[in-house]
């Protein structure tokens, strides 16, 4: 039987080991220090990877990469185009792993 992507079930939260952790707050900071590079690209693949894991502040981030409200924050130069889609789908991961503040990033999101 395969199941369909589209069902809102929600994914079980994942519990990380203190390796898995460290892990995550390494690809965090890699990400951060691309964004401040200008590469939303490549912060954006290590925010996505630890995000798949079940990092919620990297699921918030990541969905940071696609809001238009937050990529206007950042003042970046170049073609970065925001999709609100990716961004809604990121921010409700974020809030099944945890992160109440996606909440309020979901609903200004939605709010366009």
């Known amino acids: 039987e395969t199941r369909s992507v589209t069902q809102q079930e929600p994914l079980p939260k994942p519990t990380l080991s203190a390796q898995d952790e460290e892990e995550m707050k390494l690809f ?7 964004i401040e590079q200008g590469n939303i690209t490549v912060a954006r693949a ?3 990877r630890a995000a798949e894991k079940g990092w919620a502040p990297a699921a918030v981030a990541l969905a940071g990469t696609y809001d ?7 003042n970046l130069v170049g073609g970065i185009q925001p999709d609100s889609s990716l961004a809604e789908k990121w921010y ?3 809030i099944e792993l945890g992160a109440p503040e996606a909440q309020d990033k979901l609903q200004h999101l939605t709010a366009r």
Do not use: V
Not at 28 to 34: D, I, L, P, V
């Open 28 to 34: 965090m900071t890699k990400a951060q220090e691309s």
């Open 46 to 48: 290590f925010y996505t």
């Open 68 to 74: 238009p409200n937050e990529l206007n924050k950042l």
């Open 92 to 94: 409700k991961r974020a």
